[in-house]
């Protein structure tokens, strides 16, 4: 988009934009401020003749506007496509706390006076912004900390390149240390943000939902906020998961006659044996929702579900509701029934095999496909996930036939894997087998490995995108039945290069627009190196009550709306007198998409204080 209005703040000597017109397509308006009076540079030559060239050209210039109070100064609100600030400082031998809270003021003002779209760029001298962009970079204490400060008035940065005297010829940068000498610019770097969406869209949503003939609201899980109906894998989206699973699903159909099943079942089996390998299955690392039932003519909520919805719930029948583990405000949960609603969120895809192995439709010899979102709680990490897309494969082989089938079947997606994963790789280069398939203790079932080619020091062992199941509790004279399971979410992860498994559910639409439909390329970020916050909590547990960790690191990724990117255990201590034992763990915070504050992460923190003390009894100390 070519930006149709300028603003230009603390221009000293007005060369930069005196320059800068000359550079710039018809039609742009350029408003040029500077923070003196226009009396105090009628000693000074230089600003006076790029005045008068401003002049001549009809440019709008502004006296004593003060940066940190735009929409004041301006009147102006939403107006600018892009600001720039050239080399801010607040004079003098000012400190780097000065300077910060200088940045920080601008970047609050910034967001009353820029269009939805924007941009503010903010040249800075070397190894003031503190980021790994800077040659060499300073310590984080000793810098300008340029992008916490933008968190503060809602910006992420976006970009960052080399400040270039050379684009705007006749631009003379000064104001040093409040005097009329130059700022040392070598090194300097253009750093380029702009607005992040707000937190305040990640808060549950409610939902309806009619299951047989009655209708029904439930509240999205906090911990998976943001993250239900989200239709990722349905037409038209470009989104990586649907475009690797379509991949996926072509490359097999030359090999295979396919058949694709609509993600229209239950949540969990009714009864009966589960084709789930030891552990999938596990309802105490199960999402629950509690239903309340609603009128059919209520007023429709933040989402309301049909059929194609009730892929993400159990059916219910008139009167039965399933059984909660942990209570939920039902009473005796584990011995009876629950007098309420209560329903658990599917954790695998494969709770599904079985019915469909039952289904009249079942197509020996044909390879079943179902694919479609699955939710179960996990321990935060950056490569597990509470919510992904699975796609599940279904063959039945003759048995007299079996050993040859299942190694066909395994190349042929071999070799598939191995050539998503590396699609975007630079030509000629050379890369060892990436997939491997790893047999269980068994001898029937695999875990399918991948090589990481490019996560970085947190990945430095094979990741787990998915499984082979060969199914022992369905029977058939002539047939056996494999089951193969592939993390969709993972598995695009490795495909486009995307490291942070978060960004995969944004709402920010410049996500989708770096991708094109069908084709695989390695993702650029919009969200440059996001500042990181570290709170430490310790505990006094609860003897009578118990601690769950997994419930730990759910209400820590609930509370703060999956910005926690690791939780480490300290240590435990007892108590020599009373032996009661205290817990310490330290939290990250940070994000990958969004504007993240010192001050809202410590906002997170004292909730998340509150919580654990009152879900799971513990004291705080």
Same mark, same amino acid.
């Given at each position: 988009?070519?930006?149709?209005?300028?603003? $230009?703040?603390?221009?000293?000597?007005?060369?930069?934009?005196?320059?800068?017109?000359?550079?710039?397509?018809?039609?742009?308006?350029?408003?040029?401020?500077?923070?003196?009076?226009?009396?105090?540079?009628?000693?000074?030559?230089? &600003?006076?003749?790029?005045?008068?060239?401003?002049?001549?050209?009809?440019?709008?210039?502004?006296?004593?506007?003060?940066?940190?109070?735009?929409?004041?100064?301006?009147?102006?609100?939403?107006?600018?496509?892009?600001?720039?600030?050239?080399?801010?400082?607040?004079?003098?031998?000012?400190?780097?706390?000065?300077?910060?809270?200088?940045?920080?003021?601008?970047?609050?003002?910034?967001?009353?006076?820029?269009?939805?779209?924007?941009?503010?760029?903010?040249?800075?001298?070397?190894?003031?912004?503190?980021?790994?962009?800077?040659?060499?970079?300073?310590?984080?204490?000793?810098?300008?900390?340029?992008?916490?400060?933008?968190?503060?008035?809602?910006?992420?940065?976006? /970009?960052?390149?080399?400040?270039?005297?050379?684009?705007?010829?006749?631009?003379?940068? @000064?104001?040093?240390?409040?005097?009329?000498?130059?700022?040392?610019?070598?090194?300097?770097?253009?750093?380029?943000?702009?607005?992040?969406?707000?937190?305040?869209?990640?808060?549950?949503?409610?939902?309806?939902?009619?299951?047989?003939?009655?209708?029904?609201?439930?509240?999205?899980?906090?911990?998976?906020?943001?993250?239900?109906?989200?239709?990722?894998?349905?037409?038209?989206?470009?989104?990586?998961?649907?475009?690797?699973?379509?991949?996926?699903?072509?490359?097999?159909?030359?090999?295979?006659?396919?058949?694709?099943?609509?993600?229209?079942?239950?949540?969990?089996?009714?009864?009966? &044996?589960?084709?789930? !390998?030891?552990?999938?299955?596990?309802?105490?690392?199960?999402?629950?929702?509690?239903?309340?039932?609603?009128?059919?003519?209520?007023?429709?909520?933040?989402?309301?579900?049909?059929?194609?919805?009730?892929?993400?719930?159990?059916?219910?029948?008139?009167?039965?509701?399933?059984?909660?583990?942990?209570?939920?405000?039902?009473?005796?949960?584990?011995?009876?029934?629950?007098?309420?609603?209560?329903?658990?969120?599917?954790?695998?895809?494969?709770?599904?095999?079985?019915?469909?192995?039952?289904? !009249?439709?079942?197509? !020996?010899?044909?390879?079943?496909?179902?694919?479609?979102?699955?939710?179960?709680?996990?321990?935060?990490?950056?490569?597990?996930? !509470?919510?992904?897309?699975?796609?599940?494969?279904?063959?039945?082989?003759?048995?007299?036939?079996?050993?040859?089938?299942?190694?066909?079947?395994?190349?042929?997606?071999?070799?598939?894997?191995?050539?998503?994963?590396?699609? @975007?790789?630079?030509?000629?280069?050379?890369?060892?087998?990436?997939?491997?398939?790893?047999?269980?203790?068994?001898?029937?079932?695999?875990?399918?490995?991948?090589?990481?080619?490019?996560?970085?020091?947190?990945?430095?062992?094979?990741?787990?995108?998915?499984?082979?199941?060969?199914?022992?509790?369905?029977?058939?004279?002539?047939?056996?039945?494999?089951?193969?399971?592939?993390?969709?979410? $993972?598995?695009?992860?490795?495909?486009?290069?995307?490291?942070?498994?978060?960004?995969?559910?944004?709402?920010?639409?410049?996500?989708?627009?770096?991708?094109?439909?069908?084709?695989?390329?390695?993702?650029?970020?919009?969200?440059?190196?996001?500042?990181?916050?570290?709170? /430490?909590?310790?505990?006094? $547990?609860?003897?009578?009550?118990?601690?769950?960790?997994?419930?730990?690191?759910?209400?820590?990724?609930?509370?703060?709306?999956?910005?926690?990117?690791?939780?480490?255990?300290?240590?435990?201590?007892?108590?020599?007198?009373?032996?009661?034992?205290?817990?310490?763990?330290?939290?990250?915070?940070?994000?990958?998409?969004?504007?993240?504050?010192?001050?809202?992460?410590?906002?997170?923190?004292?909730?998340?204080?509150?919580?654990?003390?009152?879900?799971?009894?513990?004291?705080?100390?």
């Amino acid at each position: 988009m070519v930006p149709r209005r300028l603003l $230009l703040v603390g221009e000293g000597n007005f060369s930069f934009a005196a320059s800068l017109i000359d550079t710039l397509e018809p039609g742009v308006r350029v408003t040029a401020t500077c923070l003196q009076h226009r009396a105090d540079l009628q000693g000074d030559p230089v &600003a006076l003749e790029n005045l008068r060239r401003l002049r001549e050209r009809g440019i709008e210039v502004r006296f004593a506007v003060d940066c940190t109070q735009l929409a004041q100064a301006l009147q102006a609100h939403g107006d600018f496509d892009r600001i720039y600030f050239n080399f801010p400082h607040c004079g003098r031998k000012a400190g780097v706390a000065r300077n910060r809270a200088l940045l920080a003021k601008f970047f609050q003002s910034c967001a009353d006076v820029l269009a939805k779209d924007g941009e503010v760029h903010v040249a800075l001298c070397r190894g003031q912004g503190g980021t790994p962009a800077d040659k060499p970079q300073r310590e984080w204490h000793n810098s300008w900390q340029v992008v916490a400060m933008a968190a503060l008035g809602g910006f992420i940065l976006s /970009d960052v390149h080399p400040f270039r005297c050379g684009a705007v010829p006749g631009y003379k940068c @000064t104001g040093y240390r409040s005097q009329d000498k130059p700022f040392h610019i070598e090194g300097a770097l253009n750093h380029i943000f702009t607005k992040s969406l707000p937190f305040e869209g990640s808060q549950p949503r409610t939902f309806r939902v009619r299951l047989e003939d009655r209708w029904f609201s439930f509240a999205e899980p906090e911990a998976l906020a943001g993250k239900l109906n989200r239709r990722f894998l349905e037409a038209p989206s470009c989104h990586p998961v649907r475009t690797i699973n379509e991949k996926l699903i072509a490359e097999l159909g030359k090999t295979f006659p396919l058949k694709r099943l609509k993600c229209l079942f239950p949540l969990l089996p009714r009864g009966g &044996a589960s084709v789930l !390998p030891p552990g999938t299955n596990d309802l105490l690392s199960a999402f629950w929702v509690s239903l309340h039932e609603d009128s059919p003519h209520s007023e429709a909520l933040s989402g309301e579900i049909t059929q194609e919805m009730e892929e993400v719930l159990v059916s219910v029948s008139e009167r039965t509701f399933a059984k909660s583990p942990a209570g939920d405000g039902c009473s005796g949960a584990h011995e009876g029934i629950c007098e309420e609603a209560t329903l658990c969120l599917r954790s695998s895809l494969l709770v599904h095999g079985e019915a469909i192995l039952h289904s !009249p439709d079942f197509l !020996p010899g044909s390879l079943h496909i179902l694919s479609g979102p699955v939710f179960r709680k996990c321990h935060i990490s950056p490569f597990m996930m !509470p919510a992904f897309h699975e796609t599940l494969f279904l063959l039945g082989l003759n048995k007299n036939m079996e050993e040859n089938c299942l190694s066909s079947l395994l190349d042929h997606l071999k070799g598939i894997l191995d050539n998503l994963l590396t699609e @975007t790789l630079l030509e000629g280069s050379i890369v060892s087998t990436l997939v491997e398939f790893v047999l269980q203790p068994n001898g029937k079932d695999y875990i399918i490995h991948v090589k990481p080619l490019s996560f970085g020091p947190d990945c430095t062992e094979n990741l787990i995108i998915g499984s082979v199941v060969t199914s022992a509790t369905v029977t058939h004279e002539h047939q056996c039945f494999v089951f193969v399971s592939i993390n969709l979410d $993972l598995l695009a992860m490795l495909a486009y290069d995307i490291s942070d498994w978060r960004i995969l559910w944004t709402f920010d639409g410049r996500f989708l627009r770096r991708f094109a439909p069908g084709k695989i390329e390695r993702f650029k970020s919009y969200s440059l190196y996001p500042p990181h916050y570290v709170h /430490d909590i310790s505990f006094w $547990l609860d003897e009578k009550k118990g601690f769950n960790e997994l419930e730990f690191h759910t209400i820590a990724r609930a509370v703060s709306q999956d910005t926690i990117i690791s939780v480490q255990f300290l240590g435990r201590f007892q108590h020599p007198e009373t032996e009661q034992v205290s817990l310490c763990y330290r939290l990250i915070y940070q994000t990958c998409d969004k504007a993240l504050s010192l001050k809202l992460a410590a906002a997170m923190q004292s909730r998340l204080r509150e919580e654990i003390q009152r879900q799971l009894h513990v004291l705080l100390r």
